[in-house]
C-alpha cells in the first residue's frame, strides 16, 4: 500500500516495464535494509543476520556508483547527409 507506482493514472505511474522493476528493486531494497521496523525495532535485514549496521541512501548511491559502467559508444561516423553538407 506505500507503493504509490501501482497506482493508475499518477505521476509515479511507469510507462516502462524497466523503469518499474528500477522502481521496485528501490522499494524494496528501502523496506528492507534501510527503514527501521517498529515491531522489529530493527531492518529486516540487521533482523535476519545479513548485516549489523543500519544502511542508509548515501551507502546505497556509493554501491550504484561502484557497480554502474558506462556504455562504451563507438565511433562517430558521419551519414552521406553530413559529408553533401
Known amino acids: 500500500m506505500g507503493m504509490r507506482r501501482f497506482t493508475r ?3 509515479g505511474f511507469s510507462k516502462k516495464l524497466e523503469s518499474h522493476c528500477d522502481a521496485l528493486a528501490l522499494y524494496f531494497f528501502h523496506y528492507n535494509w534501510i527503514r ?8 529486516p535485514a540487521m533482523a535476519a543476520n545479513l548485516t549489523g549496521r543500519l544502511w542508509s541512501w548515501d551507502d546505497v548511491l556509493v ?6 559502467q558506462p556504455k562504451v559508444r563507438g565511433p562517430y561516423k558521419k551519414t552521406v547527409d553530413q559529408i553533401s553538407n
Open 36 to 43: 527501521q521496523h517498529k515491531s522489529l525495532r530493527v531492518t
Open 9 to 11: 493514472l499518477t505521476n
Open 63 to 68: 554501491q550504484i556508483d561502484a557497480a554502474y
